[in-house]
Structures are given as structure tokens and as C-alpha cells.
């Protein structure tokens, strides 16, 4: 499946993938349709976003900057949701305002309809 911007699942997934290394949805952010959503589980809460504008204010808050990522798996499927799971180590220590840590891990599951 392309997206309505031209990718296809594969581009959405290094996307993805780029965001959790670098802490910038930059990209990421433009991919989504008017009427995306994005349902999260971090740390210490669950996140509905709707629409680009609030998915990418979402996005950007989540990371304070790079991160080693030790763990990355992505379940795409036909229908344009890409659901999986990111465990990073951020680069300068930080925890995100509003995540609950104990181990310095950050990981977050996160499902996108793009």
C-alpha cells in the first residue's frame, strides 16, 4: 500500500525508525494523512492524537534527543497501520517530561494509521 504523500509501508517504517535514532519526527511528520491518528502507550500514560498537527507536536515532545535504539519492531499491515515497539536509550540520560522510568530504557508501543 502507497500513502496518499507517495510512500509505501517500508518508507513509513524508516521513518519510524529515523525518529526514535534522532529524536526529530522531522519527515515522519509530513507522511500523514489529514485524518491520521496515533494511539500510544508510553510510560505512565496512554496517547490518542488526531490529525498531522497534533501527531506531530505529539511526536516531538516524546524525545529530548538521540538515542542508541537497542530495540525496533514494526507489524504493518495492508490495510496502512503500522503498529510496534521502540526501546531507545537516550544519548544525554534524559527521561521525557511525563514518562515514568526506573532503568534509564525508555521504550514506547505505538500504532499509526497513515
Same mark, same amino acid.
Given at each position: 500500500?502507497?500513502?496518499?504523500?507517495?510512500?509505501?509501508q +517500508?518508507?513509513v517504517?524508516?521513518?519510524?525508525r529515523?525518529?526514535?535514532? *534522532?529524536? %526529530?519526527?522531522?519527515?515522519?511528520a =509530513?507522511?500523514? @494523512?489529514?485524518?491520521?491518528?496515533?494511539?500510544?502507550?508510553i510510560?505512565?500514560r496512554?496517547?490518542?492524537?488526531?490529525?498531522?498537527?497534533?501527531?506531530?507536536?505529539?511526536?516531538?515532545?516524546?524525545?529530548s +534527543?538521540?538515542?542508541?535504539v537497542?530495540?525496533?519492531?514494526?507489524?504493518? *499491515?495492508? %490495510?496502512?497501520?503500522v503498529?510496534g =515497539?521502540?526501546? @531507545?536509550?537516550?544519548l544525554?540520560?534524559a527521561?521525557?517530561?511525563?514518562w515514568t522510568?526506573?532503568?534509564?530504557?525508555?521504550?514506547?508501543?505505538?500504532?499509526?494509521?497513515?
Amino acid at each position: 500500500m502507497t500513502s496518499e504523500k507517495g510512500l509505501d509501508q +517500508g518508507g513509513v517504517v524508516q521513518l519510524l525508525r529515523d525518529w526514535a535514532e *534522532t529524536g %526529530e519526527p522531522g519527515a515522519l511528520a =509530513e507522511c500523514y @494523512r489529514e485524518d491520521a491518528e496515533l494511539d500510544a502507550l508510553i510510560p505512565g500514560r496512554r496517547v490518542h492524537c488526531d490529525g498531522v498537527g497534533a501527531i506531530a507536536t505529539e511526536l516531538r515532545s516524546w524525545w529530548s +534527543g538521540p538515542a542508541k535504539v537497542v530495540e525496533f519492531t514494526t507489524e504493518p *499491515t495492508p %490495510e496502512g497501520t503500522v503498529s510496534g =515497539e521502540v526501546e @531507545r536509550h537516550p544519548l544525554d540520560g534524559a527521561t521525557p517530561p511525563g514518562w515514568t522510568t526506573s532503568s534509564g530504557s525508555i521504550r514506547a508501543g505505538y500504532s499509526v494509521i497513515w
